[in-house]
């Protein structure tokens, strides 16, 4: 079979094949007036009819039967760029392998790419001109099951992914060169260009890493790429070159060549850069489009969450919260997630709601979240509960954390005194008072423990201490339990004169 004559199917996929220059641009070729590149799926579907069926449930794969004049093809899988929907690469499979040998011949040029092809085959593709083979094996004797055309996009996306993974392992001039590939490759489009700039940015050489990134947004092509480069410029003008009109610009820019897939985050984006300028409400309003574009938009709700919570709007942040938990339920030791569950836990007891609020600081805890900060949280719900043994011992071990803690040593003391327990809390008063003397809160719990112990004198002088120091809670004096055994005494009344 490997020496085996042509079929007439192979005679039309290679008729364009013409002999080639040792070193060219990138020759695109059309498959029956489909060009990789250019035709669109609705083009492919008026040329082909309706696909038979979708590939793969990720990628935009569709397998077409064969048009007439290509008897000898079993069928056509067509891949199309999911963001723009023009084609991508044409796969024309054999109803009977072919000999790879004689079809490398005829594409002549240089084998640029060879990698798996799943399930069970592999590929080789080819510069200058754009095509491939699909190949049964990479023994000697392997057979080709389908020929391939492609795009200059897809070919330098090929490159791209290899860049992406050297640059990630730190191998940066192996990623460069991955990066000048796809440059070369597709000369009119931006992924070259953003990637080298990329690079750039990555050793630390901004001022190039700007000039590609100019470059690339000024490609002819790739406008997902485009929207990248202007991105990445914003961010440079604004955090190197502190040139903040210019990276407005660019964030401006960004959002007009952002496609539907890249819209809300656009929004997002510049949102963000707004809020960094202290201007709050429009970047409120930015992040509240980003929403209305996508409302499952994690970053949105992340954005738009964390200025609600930190304006205390706790009932507009709860469906922020609840959204982002929802969506990184399978994240592992993931920080946004700890915050999230946190900040979910505290809006839920805003809204009452405190046995769900107790359930997500659980959760907080187990994701990380900060022991201090969410033992303190769910002490102090146990504490609302009237729960005082779960609130100390929630205290106690975020203590264990934090031994300076302000939250916690006076919930802690709080819940000592709730519970009765006078002893305990008269150490743990004086304990927490040495941390801040002058604080009048922390005087005036030592008062409530003496008052506790029934000592008069110590308590009462303790809290004209507090009021001195700017304790000016008269509810609080005159009803707190624990200190019954003063309210009525003489010069605990005289202090109160004083507190108005």
């Known amino acids: 079979m490997h020496n085996r004559v042509l079929p007439l199917c192979c005679g039309v996929l290679l008729s364009v094949l013409a002999a080639a220059p040792a070193f060219a641009q990138s020759q695109v070729t059309a498959f029956l007036n489909i060009l990789p590149g250019t035709t669109t799926k609705a083009e492919v579907d008026l040329a082909f009819g309706d696909p038979r069926r979708k590939v793969s449930p990720r990628e935009e794969i569709y397998d077409y039967a064969p048009p ?88 330098a996306s090929v490159y791209v992914e290899r860049f992406d993974s050297l640059l990630a392992g730190k191998s940066y001039e192996a990623a460069l060169v991955e990066a000048e590939k796809a440059a070369v490759v597709d000369p009119d489009g931006a992924q070259g260009y953003l990637s080298q700039a990329r690079y750039y940015e990555a050793i630390g050489n901004r001022d190039e890493a700007m000039t590609h990134y100019t470059t690339a947004g000024n490609a002819k092509t790739g406008q997902p790429e485009k929207y990248r480069a202007a ?45 960094r300028q202290k201007r709050p409400e429009e970047a409120r309003a930015e992040f509240q489009r980003a929403l209305e574009l996508d409302p499952s938009l994690l970053s949105g709700h992340i954005a738009l969450g964390a200025m609600r919570w930190e304006n205390k709007e706790y009932k507009e942040a709860l469906a922020n919260y609840e959204t982002i938990v929802a969506a990184t339920a399978k994240a592992v030791n993931d920080p946004v997630r700890a915050t999230a569950l946190y900040r979910l836990g505290v809006t839920l007891a805003e809204a009452g709601r405190v046995d769900e609020a107790l359930a997500a600081l659980q959760q907080a805890l187990a994701a990380n979240a900060p022991a201090a900060e ?54 743990q008063a004086e304990l927490s008072l040495k941390l801040a003397p002058q604080d009048p809160r922390r005087l005036f ?16 002088d303790y809290a004209r201490r507090a009021v001195a120091a700017g304790f000016a809670d008269r509810k609080a004096l005159t009803t707190d339990p624990a200190l019954a055994s003063i309210q009525n005494e003489g010069d605990f009344k005289k202090l109160m004169l004083q507190v108005r």
């Open 445 to 460: 719990d030592v008062s409530r423990a003496y008052a506790l112990l029934k000592k008069k004198k110590e308590s009462i």
């Open 231 to 275: 991105i990445g410029l914003a961010l440079l003008y604004e955090n190197y070159r502190k040139a903040f009109d210019r990276a407005e610009a660019e964030y401006k820019r960004a959002l007009t060549l952002a496609m539907r897939g890249d819209a809300a985050d656009a929004r997002v984006k510049y949102g963000e850069f707004l809020a």
């Open 374 to 427: 969410t033992r303190y949280q769910i002490g102090a719900l146990y504490a609302r509960k009237a729960d005082h043994v779960r609130a100390i011992s929630e205290f106690r071990e975020g203590l264990k954390a934090a031994s300076t803690d302000a939250a916690l040593n006076m919930g802690l003391t709080n819940s000592l005194i709730a519970a009765g327990l006078a002893v305990d809390a008269m150490r």
């Open 68 to 155: 007439r004049g290509t008897e000898e093809a079993d069928h056509i899988e067509v891949t199309f760029f999911p963001d723009t929907r023009v084609v991508a690469r044409i796969d024309v499979y054999f109803k009977t392998p072919v000999g790879a040998e004689p079809l490398r011949e005829r594409i002549g040029g240089t084998r640029v790419v060879s990698r798996p092809h799943p399930p069970a085959a592999v590929e080789e593709l080819y510069y200058p001109r754009l095509h491939g083979l699909v190949l049964n094996a990479t023994t000697a004797d392997a057979q080709a099951l389908a020929f391939c055309y492609l795009s200059q996009r897809y070919l």
